[in-house]
């Protein structure tokens, strides 16, 4: 399975870091061409409108929303989940998403850049303990559709818990950014399961 990170703007070099530790080679995604050539990607933290900006500019928007659509795995961490969720709180007017997981989620809820934290995460199916998570402008999930699994959730500062890693079928995202870590286990998991089973399927 060739497994591709959406190269346009974010930590895209994180990712391919991390999916090297798990013994894969990606390739980056840019154009129509580099996209048809992957059997799943990888949506990177970053900055979610312009990420949604550049894909349309770089006629890959409609192409990616329609892989989705058909079952291509996806990951997306923090602005990627943002990319995955069917609808956006606190979004700008133009912002658009690649939709697939019923959920509504809200950007940068954790706070601001200055609001920036580190802490562990037990993810489900996620073994070996904790996971490391860093958050930067992250989101949370506030509404959940029937059919989407929550993996892992934290407690906000207003006592509410919300969560924070999710999947529904072939589709895996996280508020958080593993890819900023050493520990490569979500990406492995994404590799290793969610592909897999997609391909399965298929």
């Known amino acids: 399975m060739k497994v591709g990170v959406l190269a346009l703007q974010g930590d895209v070099r994180e990712h391919f870091r991390a999916l090297a530790d798990c013994g894969v080679d990606a ?38 929303q329609k892989r989705i659509a058909a079952g291509m795995p996806v990951y997306g961490s923090c602005a990627g989940m943002i990319l995955l969720a069917d609808r956006v709180l606190d979004a700008a007017p133009t912002q658009r998403t690649f939709g697939g997981i019923d959920v509504t989620v809200r950007r940068n809820a954790f706070g601001r850049q200055v609001d920036s934290f580190e802490t562990n995460v037990e993810v489900s199916h996620i073994a070996g303990g904790p996971v490391k998570a860093i958050f930067i402008r992250a989101p949370w999930v506030e509404i959940l559709g029937e059919s989407v699994e929550v993996l892992a959730s934290l407690t906000s500062p207003d006592g509410a818990v919300h969560p924070v890693a999710i999947a529904q079928g072939s589709l895996l995202a996280t508020s958080f950014h593993p890819e900023l870590t050493s520990d490569s286990r979500i990406h492995r998991y994404f590799v290793e399961e969610v592909c897999k089973n997609a391909t399965a399927i298929r």
């Open 27 to 64: 390739i980056s995604v840019r154009r129509p061409s580099e996209l048809a050539d992957v059997d799943a990607l990888i949506l990177p933290g970053g900055e979610s409108t312009t990420i949604a900006q550049l894909a349309q500019t770089f006629g890959v928007f409609d192409l990616i």
